[in-house]
């Protein structure tokens, strides 16, 4: 060896063996090492490592490389367990079992060499299932592992097997894991059954995969037993069983029901209700049953067909009269319970209605009047008695007040105390002893003397209409009362009757009576019954009805539309009806000349009749009667009539005169007539006559309603005549006077003047007015227009021009900032018309106003035009002085490029044989000295492309390079769609094509010459055309680098 910064070599050692420790050495140094072999001729050459050795302590602590921790071995079979580690210096091996040292036995031993050791178990049991741990120790440390080990095997029995529920056809059964599950995870569980009286046990399921179970089916008091077994893939375990167990509901029948009553009786229904029983068993009560019997028999009998869910039922098989009894039977899940107590014997009878009108008819200082009303039902048995109770208000308790049977109606309850409130309230009672709910109270009475009102007690049957028959007896009392006794006054429709002939009245202290006899129609109407004493007055009405035939229609009766053969008859229904309905009329007539009367309708059912057939100059009279159910009523007759129509022709129109006239039409105008005869003007007849004519011939077909009409069909230049006839039910009258003559022409009016004339402009010395046509050019066309104007201050007109065919002028010489007022006529052929309204003052001075652009939406819009064609783009405006117009156009003078126009109105500009460059945004500006405004117009010319942009080559090599370039700043008249690459040598003149479906912004060109130079050319090309071509401006040379070179020359 040779240390580091020594010459010499040391002999460390001789040995014969292939491998040697060298001890001595200086921690942390560098040494060189070399080796010679020897033999009897000598010493070999030695032989050198190649790099020097430092000198330090290489010892390293345990490491275990297991591949895994888990282990698993079926009951019976061997287990071996190799833990290969390695460490330096080599350690020594401890195996530990749950916490303890390994006892090795015959069965159990361990092997351990320097690399590896092996843990080896004969016949694996289920005891050596566990956690095992290898520890390994040497100077440097100390290293452990854990390792599991399964034993596979049958599992152990289920634990704590339970009943958890039982009935009376199901059992729940659950169950704790097995304590021991042979090593791996359960799989199910099987559940059997058997009877007690059996010693065969019957599967249940062999499936279960939780630990619990319910088994149904089961037999209702069949005493069972149950087991359950645990099963792995490795077999099944031993079953844990149960005690017997009897299948039977967890609770018992429910009580009796309580307090069964009849809550309401009649004689087909009876309603009885219960209360719910003390105990339900354990278990909700689900429905009740019902027997009932009556009182006589020993013989129950359910009422119900389906248990009653309410505690309550309503019994509708009961026979009137009798008297029954009933029981309940509450039922839940474990059956029905026993049944309750009977009811009360009660008696299938109607209950009687309550007293009613229960009033207090008199109060002293010590006792209270009652009277009462007897029930409407007596509840199928005779009200025998009433009970009279009364209670003292507030807080006092309901008190009988007769001890011995009432019959009347009536009662006095005495010995009162003075000041005190009662009520009161009666009962009935009738022989069936049934008593009827109370009456309605009579609210809180205080026993003391005081004035009470009047009131008054009708029998409800006066409520509504009385009908009686004719001749009947018509009686009409009431039940009064009031304190001091009231003054009785009874009147019919408003008037005060009393006693005398047919009418009797009587009055007592509490009752009053209106009796009329023999009762006829006239007896109908309103009575009216007044009670009045100081306490007040009141007022009761009864309306009667006495069936009787009913009275004469009501009159007049009246004729209408009569003529010289007919006229109708009207009339009003009888005011007395007779107590029913009018079912029709009878119309009779008569000849004034004769006594017989002739029936002319005898089922009229209105009130109106038409009369035909009559004779003209002969004298009617006519008669009407209403018929009811109870005959013919009395007659309602007329006047005398004679028959003879009531109108006549009717005068002639007059004032017919022509109002227009053209060359072929003539509008006739006339007045009505001054008698139109007695019946109203149905039209009018219009002829015409030429002015040497004798026959007069109609202008009309049809009558005419109007007091005008338009004859048509004339002949120009004739002069025409025209008369006019009216007409009406008796016919048509004497023709009017004929109109004067009038010749077919068309009119020569003068024109209507035009509307009010309105400024437009104005200037130092100018005013522009503009007008409209006039409404009525006179009948001839408007030939010009005079214009005139003055100084509001002046009253002569001056002529601004004297004729113009124009609805717009210019006035001019005015004087700058003088005010003036225009005006303007219509001329036709036949002179001048009235002037127009006058303008408002206006001053003559130039106007201001800020110029804006005067264009439609559509102009807006983008421009496409055609490469090569013209277009024109024109924009009208307005502005006040004009305002001056500049085209602009980025990067272009278009003073140059284009055709500019400008007037005062309008400016345009044309751009002749159109191309790509002529796209883009045309911008116009206005300016005077009110404002300034700006317009953009744009325009794409339909063209190719223009050459694509930053042509460079990149990526250079010995034989390829790649050619890149941008979109064209301008691409025509639609996206570029691809491009056309061309190549050219330095030496040729002529470009070679190597593609031209490239639709990217770069190429690859390949196989090209080393040290060659090259140029390229790229051309867009869109749905117009091929576009400019765009060529690298310097060649290209060929060679090895990336950056690529350019000959310089080129």
């Not at 007592?508 to 129609?521: D, G, M, N, Q, Y």
Request: overall charge negative.
């Amino acid at each position: 060896m040779q240390p580091e910064g020594h010459d010499t070599w040391t002999k460390c050692s001789e040995s014969k063996v292939l491998e040697m420790t060298v001890n001595g050495l200086t921690a942390g140094r560098e040494y060189f090492f070399r080796v010679s072999a020897v033999n009897d001729k000598g010493m070999s050459e030695p032989k050198a490592l190649l790099t020097p050795v430092i000198v330090k302590d290489t010892s390293a602590k345990p490491v275990i490389n297991l591949l895994t921790n888990t282990f698993s071995v079926k009951v019976g079979n061997d287990l071996k367990i190799d833990v290969p580690f390695r460490g330096v210096p080599p350690p020594t091996v401890v195996w530990n079992k749950e916490g303890n040292v390994l006892k090795e036995t015959s069965r159990v031993n361990v092997q351990t060499s320097e690399s590896a050791s092996q843990l080896c178990i004969k016949d694996a049991a289920r005891f050596d299932a566990g956690a095992y741990e290898a520890i390994l120790t040497n100077a440097v440390g100390t290293t452990s592992a854990e390792i599991f080990v399964n034993v596979f095997e049958r599992p152990g029995p289920p634990s704590d097997l339970r009943v958890d529920e039982v009935s009376a056809d199901f059992v729940s059964l659950s169950w704790h894991p097995p304590l021991y599950s042979g090593g791996c995870q359960i799989t199910n569980y099987v559940v059997e059954k058997r009877d007690a009286g059996s010693s065969a046990w019957q599967n249940v399921s062999a499936t279960v995969a939780r630990s619990s179970i319910k088994v149904s089916r089961l037999s209702q008091g069949t005493e069972y037993q149950f087991r359950v077994a645990a099963e792995n893939r490795y077999g099944k375990s031993q079953f844990i069983e149960t005690d017997t167990v009897i299948a039977q509901y967890p609770f018992k029948p429910p009580g009796p029901p309580a307090n069964i009553h009849v809550v309401q009786a009649s004689k087909s229904v009876m309603i009885i209700a219960w209360g719910k029983p003390n105990s339900d068993g354990g278990s909700p009560i689900f429905g009740y049953h019902v027997e009932s019997k009556d009182q006589s028999s020993i013989l129950w009998t359910k009422v119900n067909r389906s248990p009653v869910t309410e505690n309550q039922y309503k019994v509708t098989s009961v026979e009137e009269g009798l008297i029954y009894e009933f029981r309940v039977y509450a039922e839940n899940l474990a059956g029905v319970g026993p049944c309750s107590k009977p009811s009360e014997p009660v008696a299938a009878r109607d209950r009687c209605d309550a007293p009613s009108n229960l009033t207090v008819t008199s109060v002293t200082n010590t006792s209270v009047s009652l009277s009462w009303d007897k029930p409407n039902y007596d509840g199928g048995a005779k009200i025998t008695g009433y009970i009279v109770e009364r209670k003292e208000l507030p807080d006092g308790c309901w008190l009988k007040c007769n001890f011995t049977n009432l019959m009347d109606t009536f009662l006095d309850v005495t010995e009162l105390t003075e000041g005190e409130q009662y009520e009161f309230r009666v009962t009935a009672k009738n022989a069936a002893e049934c008593f009827s709910a109370p009456s309605e109270t009579t609210g809180p009475i205080t026993v003391q003397h005081d004035v009470e009102p009047p009131i008054i007690n009708l029998d409800d049957k006066f409520r509504q209409a009385v009908v009686v028959k004719a001749g009947d007896l018509l009686k009409i009392d009431a039940e009064i009362y009031g304190r001091p006794n009231p003054t009785v006054f009874w009147l019919k429709n408003g008037r005060n009757i009393s006693t005398k002939g047919r009418v009797e009245i009587s009055a007592t202290k509490c009752h009053t009576s209106l009796l009329i006899r023999e009762s006829v129609r006239k007896d109908s109407g309103q009575y009216t019954l007044t009670l009045q004493n100081t306490g007040g007055t009141t007022s009761r009405v009864v309306t009667c009805k006495v069936l009787d035939r009913p009275g004469p229609p009501a009159g007049p009766l009246e004729v209408s539309g009569l003529s010289a053969e007919k006229c109708t008859l009207s009339w009003g229904p009888p005011h007395e009806d007779g107590g029913a309905e009018v079912l029709h009329y009878i119309v009779e007539k008569c000849e004034t000349s004769r006594v017989s009367w002739t029936l002319v309708c005898d089922d009229v059912m209105a009130t109106t009749c038409k009369i035909t057939k009559l004779l003209k100059g002969n004298e009617y009279l006519f008669r009407v009667r209403a018929v009811n159910k109870y005959g013919e009523g009395e007659i309602l007759e007329s006047e005398p009539i004679k028959a003879m129509d009531p109108f006549t022709i009717p005068s002639a129109p007059t004032d017919v005169e022509v109002t227009s006239a053209t060359s072929e039409s003539m509008t006739i105008n006339w007045k009505r007539p001054a008698s139109d005869g007695g019946s109203r003007i149905s039209g009018y007849i219009i002829e015409k006559r030429e002015k040497h004519g004798v026959r007069w011939v109609r202008v009309n077909k049809k009558p005419v309603y109007d007091l005008r009409v338009k004859a048509s069909g004339l002949h120009q230049g004739c002069e025409y005549e025209f008369r006019v006839f009216a007409e009406n039910a008796a016919g048509l009258s004497e023709p009017s006077s004929p109109s004067p003559l009038a010749s077919a022409e068309d009119p020569t009016f003068l024109p209507s003047p035009p509307a009010k004339p309105a400024i437009t402009d104005s200037s130092k010395s100018s005013v522009t007015l503009a007008w409209n046509k006039p409404l009525f050019d006179g009948g001839a066309p408007i030939t010009g227009y005079k214009v005139e104007f003055r100084k509001p201050t002046e009253e002569d007109w001056a002529v601004g021009v004297q004729n113009t065919d124009k609805t717009e002028f210019t006035v001019t010489g005015l004087a700058t900032g003088a005010e003036y007022v225009f005006t303007v006529r219509s001329v036709n052929k036949i002179g001048m018309s009235e002037p127009s309204p006058e303008t408002d003052p206006t001053l003559a001075m130039e106007r201001e106003e800020e110029p804006r652009f005067n264009i439609s939406p559509e102009m807006r819009k983008t421009l496409l035009v055609k490469d090569g064609c013209s277009f024109t783009l024109t924009v009208p405006f307005i502005g006040k002085p004009a305002p001056s117009v500049s085209w602009e156009k980025a990067g272009v003078d278009l003073r140059v490029r284009g055709l500019i126009h400008t007037s005062n109105l309008i400016t345009s500009i044309t751009v002749e044989q159109a191309t790509r460059d002529d796209s883009g945004k045309y911008t116009v500006k206005l300016q005077n000295v009110a404002g300034s405004a700006t317009l953009t117009l744009n325009v794409r010319v339909l063209d190719s492309p223009g050459p694509p942009s930053n042509i460079t080559v990149k990526d250079v090599t010995k034989n390829s390079a790649t050619v890149t370039w941008d979109i064209p700043e301008n691409e025509g008249g639609g996206p570029v769609n691809n491009y056309l690459i061309d190549i050219r040598e330095i030496s040729r003149k002529g470009w070679t094509r190597l593609t031209d479906k490239c639709r990217r912004l770069s190429y690859k060109v390949s196989d090209l010459e080393e040290g060659g130079i090259y140029f390229f050319r790229v051309t867009g090309e869109n749905e117009y055309g091929i576009g400019v071509s765009a060529e690298t401006k310097e060649g290209t040379k060929m060679t090895g680098t990336t950056d690529w070179e350019t000959n310089q020359g080129a």
